[in-house]
DNA sequence: GGGGTTATATACTCTTTAGTACAATACAGA
DNA sequence: TCTGTATTGTACTAAAGAGTATATAACCCC
């Protein structure tokens, strides 16, 4: 009985990599949505077959939370990082342009998961359209707690108002999500994430 | 044989009204997406089953595409109207103020139902997930000719940028969209289209 | 090599899905 | 009132949905 709980090598060993099958759970739920995303969908992406899925992530609602959180946590995620620029101004023009950049790029499905997941949904996913819905106030807030950051080291006007600032951001990115998501190219995002720059209060 | 098409008054009277039952069926595919909603989620909104449904409506896609037609063409309609205003400030204005209005007005659900109707879908919906890109993109184009308009009447400055700026607007408009379908406030989405309205090219 | 354990594949369950057949019903016009 | 036509309600179909039972296969440890 070892104390810590290290993946048991006992019994027949999973055939497939864990990690590689949830990333392409989260194309198949990132292109259909949760509602859009059948079994069937996931299990052929995954290479897998259901009994597999089962075991290995219990149901597609917690397959699908999982999958998020995988989202969240990639390398190429644009969010966390942008954070931890230096100024307000850098922070909100890494997090914009990263946004452009990153829901236009080909080498994943376009537009963004925590938006399109589950906007409008059965009554099924309820729970995981909630659960988008809190990711994408937490951010807001951490944006928010940033800017805050930011008045206090007078980086920003002592005027500003951080958590309209942070809304103002956030829509602009959850924008840029759904006009990716309906083909718009690197290039036009990139620019409509500097005309929201242009209105970004001005430091002293 | 009348050359006026007119409601054929034959047969057994239609005991709905179709107009109230399409109202019915734009909310269901509001609030719960195309995927997400069922013909029994339809058919109990509507009031009527399911023989009747089909016979009035075609079917569940045609059902959603005239639920959509109906959208754009109600009263409370805020994009179409705004382009008649007299200067293309005004256009923007009128048209940031009236999405954050509408989108989140409690007599219907909120966000937009072009947005979330089906973003990410299967593929039974990606028909109407075409026409619904296509629809915004219309909308967008619209827009921009509206602004090269003013353009030309030397409303705006004569380099401006009018498909950017048109996508500029439509971005921010759909990020509304998301904010309200998540629960955002009136006088939240009017602040943030203030703020989006702060970065408009003066006229000269 | 055998025993315990876990994953795999096939085949199944039950529910819900979109869509329809058909008999009964309600009206207009003759 | 009779006839033709179109809607209604009930009951149905075939397919797809999520999730599971069971037998077999592959590994580690003893």
New interface residues.
Partial sequence: MSAVSCTAAVGRPRAFDMQTALEKALDV?????Y????LSDLTSAMGINKPSLYSAFGNKEQLFLKAIEFYENRPCSFFKPALEQPTAYQVAETMLIGAAKNMSDASH?Q?C?M???A????EA?SGVKEVL?QR??KSEEDLRERLELAIAQKDLPSDT?AA??S??L??????????A????TEA?LV??AN??L??FPKGE
Same sequence: chains 1, 2.
């Avoid at 739920?29 to 949505?33: C, H, N, P």
């Avoid at 509602?35 to 059948?38: K, L, V």
């Fill in positions: 739920f990132w292109t259909k949505g509602d859009g995303a059948s499905p537009g998961v938006v399109q997941g906007l409008a949904c059965s996913a819905t994408r106030q108002d309209a600032l809304r103002y956030c829509t602009v990115i959850n924008g840029i999500a759904i006009q998501s309906s083909g718009a036009q620019e409509v005309m929201a242009a209105s």
